[in-house]
Structure formats: C-alpha cells, structure tokens
C-alpha cells in the first residue's frame, strides 16, 4: 500500500509534503476498518485470532514507515545543507 501511495502522489503530481501526508495517512486505515470489520463478520469469540495477523500487520507497517520517516527527512535536509554551504562559500 505505501508503494502504490507513494506512486499515485507522484504521478498526479503532489508536491513532497503532500506525498509524504498520502504517504503516511493513506496507509493507517487497516486496523482502524479491519477490527469493526471482524466484529460484524466473525463471532466475538473468534475475533482476537481473526485481528491477530492484521495487528502484526499494522506494526509492521509502522517499522517501515519509521524507516521512510527517516529517508524522507534525509532528502529534504540535503538541500538545506547544499544551499547553507553555497552560501558560505559565496561569502569566502
């Protein structure tokens, strides 16, 4: 899911905080639909373990999504760096 946000931001042209905001909001809706859902479709009983893989999903979605946090904040700090060094050197 986060490949095909990332995607579908890209080619309709979002611009990057926008990307990252359909990045990161666009994919967070699976445990917060998956467990109304499981509630209305399996017995009360039977929901934990029905919820289980979608939970572990969820925390792995998470791990991956710290991990493109951080890429992200990368991409955008190298061309602050860039400009502030061209800066410096301008003054030389």
């Known amino acids: 899911m986060l ?3 990332t ?10 905080p926008d990307e990252i905001t359909i990045v990161f909001c666009g994919s967070k809706k699976s445990l917060a639909n998956g467990i109304p859902m499981a509630n209305v479709l399996f ?5 934990g373990t029905m919820v289980l893989p979608l939970m572990i999903f969820h ?6 999504c710290a991990v493109l946090a951080a890429r992200y904040a990368r991409k955008q700090a190298q061309p602050t760096e860039l400009r502030l060094w ?5 003054r030389k």
């Open 3 to 5: 490949v095909v946000n």
């Open 86 to 90: 061209l800066l410096v050197q301008r």
């Open 43 to 47: 017995p009360a009983a039977a929901v």
């Open 59 to 64: 925390q792995v979605q998470l791990m991956v």
């Open 7 to 16: 995607w579908v931001a890209r080619w309709l042209g979002f611009t990057t």
